[in-house]
Each structure stands twice: as structure tokens, then as C-alpha cells.
């Protein structure tokens, strides 16, 4: 259960590839309301590659007027890996499902962090093309924190990510044992954290590394992470930019190594509706380094949605 007060926690089952899946999700209730008995708006966080919904814990705590909605992906944290292979597909279908079950008197805001953003990006894009059948709310804005933007082994930091190829690949290959004492070292995971963390405060960087230890290791199976780290290395935001007509705003940090900020720059100039909004001092971590920023940026942008979808 997530340690953020007020948080709840529920189970819906979905049918992913031909197979029945139980998503488990974490519901942040609005603290604060525009009006007494006015519905709060929501937001759905999809959370990035080896996280769950304990990474959007901070978001929760500084967003105040919106409803979160905050699943584990398949794989990941409380929701179990499927019985076939993890595509984008998916993820994407997951999300859509948990977007079925949520009240349709209101579009919602979609948000999406480091690998969240590829899976939204792309499901935004497909309902988008055809809208039809879902249920569930209209998507009425996107927000892409920290956006995959460009793909992995063509950008600076390709041999680092090759390297990484090679630690997944040899943890879905090894034997179980080796596999599992390779993929969650505790070594491995404080030097994969001490890479991406930027901050200089030595508070938040303990919280961050403590984050990880506790977290980054919640895969359900090493397959599935493996598959996991696939899609996030071949697909990336860009590919499906040019057809998210919808309100999408790109959050980016300034010091982000693995989505340097050239290339959000460059992701929005793709987008028919982009806005880039920029984290100072920041890397990839921004749910971490700058959630009090990032809870106002979802609070506002829930708040421009429309009141009522009803005829």
C-alpha cells in the first residue's frame, strides 16, 4: 500500500492479449476543490521503466486539486507479468483498460514519465485515430515528463545504453538464480541511481537512493523486464508526435542526460499542440527532484479541462 495519506488501492481486471489480467492501482483523492461539491479533475500517471506507483508518491503529495489515478504497469510492482511477451501493445492496452473503468463525465489528463511517456504518447495517438469503443473518459490533454524522444542507440549516450543491452540480456539468459542476484544487486541499483539523481541535496539524494532500493527491483519477472527495456530502446514519443493533436505538454529538465533537453526542444516542434515547460537543474528524476513543481503543472492543466462532455 502506498504510504501517501488518503491513498487507496484497487484491482480491476482486463483482458491483454487474448489473456485475464488483474491491474492494481493506486487512487490520490483531490485534497482541495475549485467549489464545495465540484467533482475534482483527474489525472492517470503512467509510471517509467523498473518503477511502479510508489515513483509517483511525490506528485502525490504536492498535487492538491486533481484526482490521481496511478497503476502498475504489467510486470511491475503489484500487477503480475503476462504469460506472453510485453510489447508497447501491451502496455498500451493496460492502460486503456484502466481508462475504461474511470467515470466519463469528464475528459482527463494523461501523464506520462520517462517510459510512461511512450505508452501514453502512443495511446494517445491511437484513440486519437479512433476514438471509438474504449469507454471511460476522453483524453483531454497530455502531459510527457522527462519524453522518450529520440531512440537510445542513436543519441549520445548509445554506448552506455548498449552496455545496459548487455546487463538485461545476460540477466534473461543467465540461469534463474544468477539472473535475479544480477538484476536486483544492490551495488548495480545504487550506481544506477547515483547516475540519474542530479541534485546536490543530500537529504533528497538519500530519498531518492532509498526510492530505488526499495522499488527499483519490484519487476515480477526478468523476462518481462527484459521485454520491458526493449520496448523502451525501439520506440520513442517522436515516432507518433505529429498525430497527438490534443494539448500535450512536455516537462524536461535541464540536466537530463538520458533525454537531453535539445531533444525536447526538437519533440515539440512535432507536436501540432506542444508546450515545453522546463525543470531547472533537473536530469530524469523530475518525480523525484521536482514534484512540487510538477503537482502545480498537473494541477493547472487538469484544472483548463472541460467541466462536462454530456450533450
Known sequence: MSAVPGASREDIDARIGGHELRIALWRHPARRRSSPGAPAPAALLVHGFRGDHHGMDAIARATYRTELIVP?????????????????????DAIRAVLAVLPASRPILLVGHSFGSIVAAHL??????????????ALGSLLLINPIS?????????????????????????????????LTHPAIVRAMSIVMATTKDRGLRRYIHDQHARHFSSFTGR?????????????????????????????????????PLESQRALCQLLPAGALRIAPGVGHLIHYEAPALTGRVIDELAAALPEDVSP
Do not use: C, W
Open 223 to 259: 523476462q518481462a523486464l527484459q521485454q520491458a527495456f526493449e520496448v523502451s530502446t525501439r520506440h520513442t514519443v517522436s515516432e507518433v508526435a505529429a498525430a497527438l493533436r490534443l494539448p500535450t505538454t512536455v516537462l524536461a529538465g535541464d540536466r537530463d542526460a538520458i533525454a
Open 150 to 182: 529520440t531512440p537510445a542507440l542513436a543519441g549520445p549516450n548509445r554506448l552506455m545504453t548498449g552496455l545496459t543491452r548487455l546487463y538485461y540480456r545476460a540477466g534473461s539468459t543467465l540461469p534463474e538464480a544468477a539472473a535475479t542476484r544480477l
Open 124 to 137: 494517445a495517438a491511437a484513440d486519437l485515430a479512433s476514438p471509438a469503443g474504449r469507454g471511460g473518459p
Open 72 to 92: 502498475d504497469l504489467p510486470g511491475f510492482g503489484a500487477t503480475p507479468a503476462l504469460p506472453v511477451p510485453h510489447t508497447l501493445d501491451s502496455y498500451v
